[in-house]
Nanobody, 116 residues
Framework: QVQLVESGGGTVQPGGSLRLSCTAS????????WGWYRQGEHPGDQRELV?????????NYADSVKGRFTISRNYAQKTVFLQMNDLKPEDTGVYYC????????WGQGTQVTVSS
């Protein structure tokens, strides 16, 4: 059974940085295209894929985070990271990791709040 545990969220001011981590177990880590998703706080907000890294190492970003967020992974730790710089209030939400198909059970997510 796949388990995903996200951590690293918090409250920061606009322009600040956070580094999120997601540790996976029960899965062949290297074979998965991993993604970070954001669930906004407004009613009707969809869970949005903001970044993903393919098994071959290709990086992809949503336009809203391009140039500010960096996704990476550590095979030995079975962990996916999301370095978030120059955070904006619209980045506020709960962040989750999953495969790019969203086919694993979702973890609890980690809350990111960007506010002055």
């Amino acid at each position: 059974q796949v388990q995903l545990v996200e951590s690293g969220g918090g409250t920061v001011q606009p322009g600040g940085s956070l580094r999120l981590s997601c540790t996976a177990s029960g899965v062949i880590f290297a074979s998965v295209t991993w993604g970070w998703y954001r669930q906004g706080e407004h009613p009707g907000d969809q869970r949005e894929l903001v970044a993903h890294v393919t098994s071959g190492g290709t990086l992809n970003y949503a336009d809203s985070v391009k140039g500010r967020f960096t996704i990476s992974r550590n095979y030995a730790q079975k962990t996916v990271f999301l370095q978030m710089n120059d955070l904006k209030p619209e980045d506020t939400g709960v962040y989750y990791c999953n495969s790019v198909y969203g086919n694993f059970a979702w973890g609890q997510g980690t809350q990111v709040t960007v506010s002055s």
